[in-house]
């Protein structure tokens, strides 16, 4: 069965930490993993990774895809009250069902001022 | 480029009315989705579309339908609405990269 399973399901951390997400992932005929984070509106876009060992780096955040091992992590450092919201792992995949896109329940993050 | 646009942003429905969620993407994409959100549930998939004329049913389609009126316009109906529908709805397109575009929701009520 094709999933996606994100960990930690929620998080609390103070201002200035550092923080690790995790999805794994089990799919038909892998695409691209993607990540989003979600305040209390549409998830907005932060990373699309499709080739192992390569890092991706916005700012404070960056994610690296191992798909030897089936799974990404997210990275935030210095964290601040501004990223808190929930972070959502989505992988695109091809012949499957569920229109061939999973997304994780979310890691919801909450920063402490 | 608007990307993908949906209406109504906001919604009060009295039980058992019906009414149709609208969704228009303007980036030529042929997979579109259907999603509604709960808390602690996640984004669960209602219904998809993988190209014009085809749609089907995805984890919770009960109490739904959806048309795929052309490759833009992907519109979910509920046709007797019940309390249990009180969600977020977001409509989102996957483009031929595999990158996933959202709506900006539809907070929805059944009273």
């Known amino acids: 069965e094709d999933k996606v399973v994100q960990s930690p399901l929620s998080l609390v951390v103070h201002e200035g930490d550092t923080v690790t997400l995790n999805c794994s992932y089990e799919v038909t005929n892998f695409r691209s993993l993607l990540w989003y984070k979600q305040e209390k509106k549409a998830p907005t876009f932060l990373f699309m990774l499709t080739s192992s060992g390569i890092e991706k780096k916005s700012g404070r955040l960056s994610s690296i895809l191992d798909k030897k091992e089936l799974f990404s992590i997210l990275n935030i450092t210095a964290t601040q009250t501004g990223d808190s919201a929930v972070y959502l792992c989505a992988v695109p995949f091809e012949g499957g069902s569920q229109g061939n896109l999973i997304f994780g329940k979310g890691t919801k993050l909450s920063v402490k001022p | 480029n608007a990307g993908v646009t949906q209406t109504p942003k906001f919604q009060v429905l009295k039980t058992g009315q019906s009414m149709t969620l609208q969704c228009a993407q303007d980036?030529?994409?042929?997979?579109m989705y259907w999603y509604r959100q709960d808390p602690g549930m996640g984004l669960r998939l209602i219904y998809y579309?993988?190209?014009?004329?085809?749609?089907d049913k995805g984890e919770v389609p009960n109490g739904y339908n959806v048309s795929r009126l052309n490759k833009r316009e992907f519109s979910l109906r509920l046709e007797s609405a019940a309390p249990s529908q009180t969600s977020v709805y977001f409509c989102?397109?996957?483009?031929?990269?595999?990158?996933?575009?959202f709506g900006e929701g539809s907070w929805l009520t059944v009273v």
């Open positions: 980036m030529n994409h042929n997979s």
């Open positions: 579309s993988a190209s014009e004329g085809t749609t």
């Open positions: 989102a397109s996957r483009s031929s990269g595999n990158t996933i575009y």
